[in-house]
C-alpha cells in the first residue's frame, strides 16, 4: 500500500499547497476577527470541520491573526498539571537554598498566560493521544487515536484513512520550513506521534502491535510513518527514545546485548532514513551526539524504549543527552534555514513518574523541562519566534494541607492542620499521624499490602498485582523519610498506574501572536494561534482554499483532508 494512501493529508499538502508560501507578506495587525460557528448539538455535531472552525474563531477573536511569526516551537509537558507546575517550582527553589514559593520557572516570565480544557470528545479525563492530536491539528478527537477526526472509531483503519487531520508540522513541512520533534519518551509515543503520523490506535508503534485486519486495511505503523512520509525529507530534528520500534527483530541492541528490535518484517528503518538523508547523522548516545555536524539531519534514538529519568541517567550504559541539550541541538540545526521551522519539545517523562505514584521523579523531570524552555529562550529572539508552553492534561496530584513556609515540599506538612497559626512540629490528621504535603488520589501508592509489597508506605518502583485492603490504617510518618527518590506518595484508591486527571491545565507564551493566549480555550485553539500567528502557513491554508474572506484559516482544504 502506497504512502499517498496511507497519509493522504501529508501527500496532499505536498503537491496542492507547495508554492503557497510566499502568498503573502507578514502581517502586522493586531485586530480581532469574528468567525461564525454553527450551533451543533453536543458532542453529536462535532465533526472534524466543526471543530477546526470552533478553534479558528477562539484565535481569531484573540487576534492570533496580528502574530508574523517566522519560527514556532511547542513545549510539551505530558501530564503537567497546575500542581505539578507548584510544586516543582518550590522544589527548585529550594534546590537552590531559599524558602521556594518565591521561584519561578522559566516560562513563569512569559507575557501571557490561559487556561486550556483538555477533554477528549468521547472522555472526560483525556490522554495523550487525543490531546496533542487536539493541538497538533486544530481539532478535538477521541481518546487513544492519533491525527485522525472524532469520526474514526479507536482501532478503525478503513476509516482512519479517510478522515486524517493535516497536522502543524505536516502543513510547514510542505511549505519547506525545516521540522524537529524531541522527546524524552519514545519517539513513537501518542504525543510525539501526533505532530507527523496518523493512525487509529496509538499502540501501532511497530508493525508486530498492529492488527493482521490493519495490515490488510493498508495502515502502516507510526515508526514506518515518521520515516517514509512523503514530507519526511523536512524533518530534520528527530530524537528520544523507542529504538527497538525501528530495528528487526534479529537485531541486537547497540547498547544492550539482551535487547533486539520489535519490528517483524525485517525493516530497518534507521538505515531507511539514513539513505533519505544523505549526509545526515544518526546518533544512539550523547558522545555521538556532541560529535554529529551540526548542519546536517539529525536521527537521535538514545533507548530501545523511553530515555531514562534524570534521577537515573547516570546509570544509562551508553549516555544519555539532557533535554536541554536536545533543545539546543535542534533549534542550532533548524536556525540555518531560510523559511523557518516548527519545533516539538516534549518532557514526556513528567507524566511517567506520575502514572508511578512518584513526586520526586515527576517534579526533578519539570525542572528538567524548564531548563529546555531556557535554553530555548536564550537561544531565539521574541521578535520572530513563538515559544508556547503547555501540557496535554493533568495529573491527580493534590498539593494541600497547611504547611509552613518553606516547608520542604516533598516532606511532610509542618504548621497547622487548620487556618490557624502554623506550628514547628509535624501536623498530624484526625488519627494523630504526620502526613505529607502531597499526595495523588488513585495509584500504586495506596497503602494496603500487595503481591510485591507489604502494608504501608510504598518504595518506587512498584508493579502492583495482588493489591488488598489496608488492614490497619495510615502508618505513622513520623521516621519515614518522604523526601527519598523511593518514596510513593500515599493515594487514596489502589490502582497500578495512577490515572490523569480531567482539570484545566496552563498556557504560557511569549513571542509574535502570543497575546492570544488568554481567557479560557479549548485545546484545539493551540493549534489556530500557532497557525494564524504564522504568515506563511496561513497564507498556505488561504491558497488552497480555506480561509474566509478576512484571510482567517477555518477549514483545512478538501485537497489537504482527502
Not at 497546575?82 to 527553589?93: D, F, K, N
Not at 478527537?141 to 479517510?162: F, K, M, S
Not at 521574541?382 to 496535554?392: G, N, Y
Request: proline share 6%; glycine share 10%.
Amino acid at each position: 500500500m502506497s504512502m499517498s494512501r496511507l497519509t493522504p493529508a501529508a501527500a496532499a499538502l505536498a503537491t496542492a499547497l507547495l508554492c503557497a508560501a510566499c502568498a503573502t507578506a507578514p502581517s502586522t495587525t493586531t485586530r480581532a476577527f469574528d468567525v461564525d460557528v454553527p450551533r451543533v448539538e453536543h458532542p453529536a455535531g462535532e465533526t472534524s470541520a466543526w471543530w477546526f472552525r470552533s478553534g479558528a474563531a477562539q484565535a481569531a477573536t484573540r487576534g492570533a491573526m496580528g502574530g508574523h511569526a517566522k519560527n514556532v516551537i511547542v513545549f510539551l509537558g505530558d501530564g503537567m498539571s497546575l500542581p505539578t507546575v507548584a510544586a516543582a517550582r518550590i522544589l527548585e527553589g529550594q534546590r537552590n537554598g531559599h524558602p521556594g514559593e518565591e521561584n519561578r520557572l522559566s516560562w513563569e516570565d512569559f507575557p501571557y498566560t490561559a487556561l486550556s480544557k483538555t477533554y477528549n470528545t468521547d472522555s472526560q479525563t483525556p490522554d495523550s493521544a487525543g490531546t496533542m492530536s487536539a493541538i497538533a491539528t486544530g481539532v478535538k478527537t477521541r481518546i487513544g487515536v492519533i491525527a485522525v477526526g472524532p469520526e474514526v472509531p479507536r482501532g478503525d483503519c478503513a476509516q482512519a484513512l479517510l478522515h486524517p487531520t493535516t497536522t502543524l508540522w505536516e502543513l510547514a513541512a510542505s511549505q519547506d520550513m525545516d521540522v524537529g520533534i524531541v522527546t524524552t519518551t519514545r519517539i513513537t509515543h501518542a504525543t510525539p506521534a501526533a505532530t507527523f503520523t496518523h493512525a487509529p490506535d496509538r499502540n501501532w508503534e511497530n508493525d508486530a502491535e498492529m492488527p493482521a485486519a490493519a495490515h490488510a486495511a493498508g495502515c502502516i505503523d507510526i515508526a514506518r510513518q515518521l520515516v517514509e512520509s512523503p514530507l519526511a525529507d523536512r524533518v530534520k530534528v528527530l530524537m528520544g527514545g523507542g529504538r527497538s520500534n525501528f530495528m528487526p527483530a534479529a537485531e541486537e541492541d547497540p547498547e544492550y546485548a539482551d535487547k533486539h528490535g520489535l519490528r517483524l518484517d525485517g525493516r530497518d528503518l534507521v538505515g531507511e532514513w539514513s539513505k533519505r538523508h544523505p549526509g545526515g547523522a544518526y546518533v544512539w548516545n550523547e558522545k555521538q551526539l556532541q560529535q554529529a555536524p551540526a548542519d546536517a539531519p539529525l536521527l537521535g534514538l538514545f533507548d530501545p524504549s523511553h530515555m531514562h529519568y534524570v534521577t537515573e541517567r547516570d546509570t544509562d550504559k551508553g549516555g544519555e543527552p539532557e533535554l536541554a541539550t536536545m533543545t539546543r541541538a535542534a533549534i542550532s540545526r533548524l536556525s540555518k534555514g531560510r523559511n523557518g521551522y516548527v519545533l516539538l519539545v516534549e518532557g514526556g517523562r513528567i507524566d511517567h513518574g506520575h502514572h508511578e505514584g512518584n513526586a520526586y521523579r515527576a517534579l526533578t523531570e519539570t525542572i528538567a523541562f524548564s531548563d529546555a524552555v531556557r535554553v530555548a529562550m536564550q537561544s531565539t529572539s521574541p521578535d520572530d519566534t513563538l515559544i508556547l508552553v503547555t501540557a496535554d492534561h493533568s495529573h491527580t496530584l493534590s498539593f494541600g494541607g497547611y504547611p509552613a513556609r518553606g516547608n520542604p515540599i516533598l516532606g511532610k506538612v509542618k504548621g497547622s492542620s487548620g487556618e490557624g497559626d502554623g506550628k514547628s512540629e509535624y501536623a498530624t490528621d484526625a488519627l494523630g499521624h504526620p502526613y505529607t504535603t502531597l499526595n495523588y488520589a488513585n495509584g500504586p501508592g495506596y497503602l494496603g499490602a500487595t503481591d510485591q509489597q507489604p502494608e504501608g508506605s510504598k518504595r518506587y518502583p512498584h508493579v502492583v498485582s495482588g493489591a488488598r485492603e489496608a488492614e490497619h490504617g495510615r502508618p505513622d510518618l513520623s521516621h519515614v523519610d518522604t523526601a527519598a527518590p523511593s518514596y510513593m506518595q500515599e493515594s487514596i484508591m489502589p490502582m497500578a498506574s495512577e490515572t490523569h486527571g480531567g482539570d484545566d491545565v496552563g498556557i504560557w507564551a511569549r513571542g509574535p501572536g502570543s497575546q492570544a493566549v488568554r481567557g479560557s480555550l479549548e485545546e484545539n485553539a493551540i493549534f489556530h494561534i500557532l497557525l494564524q500567528a504564522t504568515p506563511r502557513l496561513r497564507a498556505a491554508v488561504c491558497k488552497a482554499g480555506g480561509c474566509d474572506s478576512n484571510g482567517v484559516p477555518v477549514a483545512m482544504p478538501a485537497a489537504a483532508a482527502r
